[in-house]
């Protein structure tokens, strides 16, 4: 390869060879002799050189200059040190500056989904009126609110506001959302108490919550609560944020906003309560469940004589101007009716405005799919398995849900006590269903091919870095995948995963559980096919319902028709919805229905058998017993249950198998009295294996036979205990009948 020079020769040779041809061409005859290499090579060096030196002067010049500067800056600076204590006082205050941007940062960034709410319509929830009706017709209780009905603030009787401003915020008119005297002076209270006995939120705080967030307990909630009532305050007025707040506030008995809790407890119009009855209201705010005057009249008496301390504490009133309402306290009208299903309610006006959000009418009426039997029924159960057990076990809270096989949603309890939290731990908790979780891997493998019967191996397996454990560190060796099932062996679904699903094998386990009704976003992880992903309760007794259902979907749906007032009918769920879509094939669900019926009689569930009833589904623990459940089914109906607690502490080693268990017994023995059964798909015999003791073993190595019939209790059918019962109302309603009275002889008349 030539070298440089040798290049530049070349180069010069055919520029001269070049002006040679042109000068024998004619073509010019004044072309300039190129140059000769060497004194262009100098010319290129000179102008590298000035160009070298330009950048060097350039940069020395600007250096210099910044030298300078940062000289005159520190000299000007020098003035404003300070020594000794002001030092460290300045100190001090520059890391506190520095912490509080990085933690206004912070905070800003966890309230940021808070405002997403705020562009949405937030509004549009009071735009509607909803009576609610329950599967018989009967009416159940009212959602929404028509601003254009409500009372405005200023035609409010002064002792409401003023008795409302001393017990929930007396500063009100003087904060901007966040009152850190009241905070101050609430932490010294209850620092005072040794408890909480005065809560630091302004009105501003607890009208946020209520239009934007939920009861949940936790420090996001609490971020969001802040930045939301900051919010308000900047976008509304005070007489404007007073006004939604009382006609937002849930006040007991299934009641929301002031005006609607005179009607209901007072019977009268909130313009026109007395003193005495708006302290009565104002004490309701704190716990309406607790101090509801229809449920307990003398707590809600002794909390509206706090209510008129607060009142003459504050300095609104008089101790003379309020002494007679402390001696002629409010009474209540008499109220026979039975408490509202405010759980289901407020899931079913969220789905009323779902489906009505594009038709004209908002005043609607909704017959819901509800059963009260069996809503109290639910209730009952959870209240007593709490009673029962939640302290032993340190579970404070519980949810269910009850769905017939087809869908509706038959009942369905949200916590403990609907006043102390309107939070639906049904609906919207998400919680790892543990082991519960794992019916969807077992689906997919009877899908694949595997039956009940395929042997697996129950040992240790590592998936990448984590390796799951059996409860105890127990392996089994070689079983069969119903025992698996069964005994709910967490090494086994990861194998069928791993070894048995093929590649993907995660995203099919989250595609069946979405196919089967989970509609609550699946985190992707190796971990899933134990129960890792959190889910809803509503979710897994969706899912739970494709196996009493053959495999189809359970479509489940809590509005059967909405109305408007001259009785059209505006949406059907028969008519509008499609048809149920099979997610399961026939084989398969056979499969899991003989695997999953085997549970509640041999396996890990055996305190959910229903009595009489062949009964199937599966428990599920989580890790640090924080979470308990039972999913399970009989051919009638579908339930999951769930018990634990809200701030994720752990209970005193509660199972599935428990409580949880026990509480989807108590329901079940309820809902199956009076009832034609129905069969479980593609199971043929009445009950499992070992449900009865002495049993011969069937001649093919399956499920044993000659097993002795179900002996149902005698029992009248729901259609004529529903008929006993309104007769048996009609009678009690009917006015007396008046007795005839005796008439005297009249005497004979003289012939003549």
Known sequence: MPTAPCLDALLWRAAAASSSFQRANGESSKVQEPEPPKRRSRRKSHILLRIDSWIDSTVWNAGFAAGEAWEEITIFFRRFRVHGWKRAVFEVLGEAMTLGVAGSVLLLALAMPAFEETKKDWRNRGNFAVTFLDRYGNQIGHRGIIHENSVPIDALPDHLIKAVLATEDRRFFDHFGIDFLGLIRAMNENARAGSVVQGGSTLTQQLAKNLF????????????EAFLALWLEANLTKKEILSLYLD?????????????????????????????????????????????????????????????????????????????????????????????PDYFLDWAFDEVQRLAARLPQHSLVVRTTIDMGLQKAAEAAVASSLREYGESYNAKQAALALVENGGAVRAMVGGRDYGESQFNRATKALRQPGSSFKVYTYSLAMESGLTPDSPIVDAPISWGNWSPHNYGNSYAGRIDIKTALAKSINTIPVRLAKEKLGPNAIDKIMAEAKKFGIETPIRKDVTIPIGTSEVTVLDQATAYAVFPAGGYQSRRHGIAQIMNYDGDVLYDFSRDEPPPQRVLSETAAAYMNQMLTRVPYVGTGRRAAVDGVLTGGKTGTTQAYRDAWFCGFTGNYTAAVWFGNDDYTSTNNMTGGSVPAMTFKKLMDYAHQGIELRAIPGVENPVPEAATPKVAAAPTGGEPSGLPPLMRPRSLSADSTRLIHEIGRMLKEAKPVATPRKVASAPARDPG
């Open 213 to 224: 967030l939920t009861n949940e307990r936790s420090l996001e909630r609490k971020i969001k």
């Open 248 to 340: 937002r506030a849930y006040m007991g008995g299934g009641t929301f906003g002031a005006a609607a809790a005179a009607q209901f407890y007072f019977g009268k119009n909130i313009t026109e309560v007395s003193l005495a009855e708006s302290a009565m209201l104002a004490g309701l705010f704190k716990a309406p469940a607790k101090y509801a005057p229809h449920v307990n009249l003398p707590a809600a008496r002794a909390r509206a004589n706090e209510v008129l301390s607060n009142m003459v504490q504050s300095g609104i009133m008089t101790e003379g101007q309020v002494i007679g309402a402390r001696r002629n306290p409010a009474t209540v009208v008499d109220r026979d009716d039975a408490e509202a």
